[in-house]
């Protein structure tokens, strides 16, 4: 028994530590930004950013981002590309039908997005620095 209940600590402390890895938080949380853009769900995007850049964050540029990412066909998923832990950055691929869309991320302090950076191969107005 105290073998079973060892082994289920020890579970559990392992969940705890990947709930708190930074780089496992800016993807779920890159993931939920993105598919709130997509979606055209202003308050989506804001619940996943930190309280200064939600702020500036309006329901006419997440519709105009929206549309764009609807220009790339259906939605895919992001792949993980690089980190930057000294800055504590993360860039992923969005894929589309289409086309992708590079998304770097940094976390904040707060545990939300202090930054969402679009990158395409022509000019996107990217209003989320």
């Known amino acids: 028994m105290k073998a079973a209940s060892a082994c289920l600590l020890l ?27 997509y979606a055209d769900d202003p308050d989506g995007v804001r619940s996943q950013l930190d309280v ?24 895919r998923g992001l792949t993980f590309l690089v980190s930057d832990p000294t800055k504590n950055e993360f860039t992923y691929r969005a894929a589309f039908a289409h086309g992708n869309v590079n998304i ?11 930054a969402y950076r679009i990158f395409t191969g022509s000019a996107v107005p990217n209003p989320f620095r």
């Open 104 to 114: 770097v991320v940094r976390l904040g302090q707060d545990g939300r997005l202090a």
């Open 52 to 75: 200064a850049v939600a702020r500036l964050v309006t329901r006419a540029q997440v519709g105009a981002l929206s549309d764009k990412f609807h220009a790339l066909g259906a939605y």
């Open 11 to 37: 579970a559990l402390v392992a969940c705890r530590g990947a709930a708190e890895d930074p780089a496992g938080q800016a993807q779920r949380l890159a993931e939920a930004a993105t598919t709130a853009i």
